[in-house]
T-cell receptor
Framework: RKEVEQDPGPFNVPEGATVAFNCTYSNSASQSFFWYRQDCRKEPKLLMSVYSSGNEDGRFTAQLNRASQYISLLIRDSKLSDSATYLCVVSSPSGTYKYIFGTGTRLKVLA | ETGVTQSPTHLIKTRGQQVTLRCSSQSGHNTVSWYQQALGQGPQFIFQYYREEENGRGNFPPRFSGLQFPNYSSELNVNALELDDSALYLC????????????FGPGTRLTVT
């Protein structure tokens, strides 16, 4: 079983739609959780950290469910510019702050 | 505030050669991590440097080695290059004083022929 698993997609959605991604992780001792966005052939950019209480930033909402060991990302009112790969990241519990990435979920927002 | 920079942006090497990739961390950051991203995959952790010492290593062979300098910049060295080493190499910096959010440089795209 992979340490961090994501549905690779692609998710093709119309502009204005709401789309949700889930990500599961295997290590219950994992400490920190993030969503990164990666455009084609570019570096990952931090989208948001995911806190136990949830986190909202504009159209983006992230949730953490420690009991079921998954995190989610909800994007409301999708824009064309949201088209990218969304990487789920879990920080190792070893104290190294080693990031463990999922393979990413591709989102394409259609006009 | 200067972001994370990496050099070179692209590199083509032949199997068996050695390569050195460079990274300058974001201002105020003292920790550098290196990742390898193959096409269609998420980045894989290679190792992390903190205060010029290796502070954790992923599942990569010893021919992947690194350094961190007093100014927190870092190098990744790969010896005896193999075709499977072709990938995007990403450097990320973070501050031990500010939690574990990491900020990535633009990467070096290495092609081994």
């Amino acid at each position: 079983r992979k340490e961090v698993e994501q549905d690779p997609g692609p998710f093709n959605v119309p502009e204005g739609a709401t789309v949700a991604f889930n990500c599961t992780y295997s290590n219950s001792a994992s400490q920190s959780f993030f969503w990164y966005r990666q455009d084609c052939r570019k570096e990952p950019k931090l989208l948001m950290s995911v806190y136990s209480s949830g986190n909202e930033d504009g159209r983006f909402t992230a949730q953490l469910n420690r009991a079921s060991q998954y995190i989610s990302l909800l994007i409301r009112d999708s824009k064309l510019s949201d088209s990218a790969t969304y990487l789920c990241v879990v920080s190792s519990p070893s104290g190294t702050y080693k990031y463990i990435f999922g393979t990413g979920t591709r989102l394409k927002v259609l006009a | 505030e200067t972001g994370v920079t990496q050099s070179p942006t692209h590199l083509i090497k032949t199997r068996g050669q050695q390569v050195t990739l460079r990274c300058s961390s974001q201002s105020g950051h003292n920790t550098v991590s290196w990742y390898q991203q193959a096409l269609g995959q998420g980045p894989q952790f290679i190792f992390q440097y903190y205060r010029e010492e290796e502070n954790g290593r992923g599942n990569f062979p010893p021919r992947f080695s690194g350094l961190q300098f007093p100014n927190y910049s870092s190098e990744l060295n790969v010896n005896a290059l193999e075709l499977d080493d072709s990938a995007l190499y990403l450097c990320a910096s973070s501050s031990s004083l500010m939690g574990d959010e990491q900020y990535f440089g633009p990467g070096t795209r290495l092609t081994v022929t």
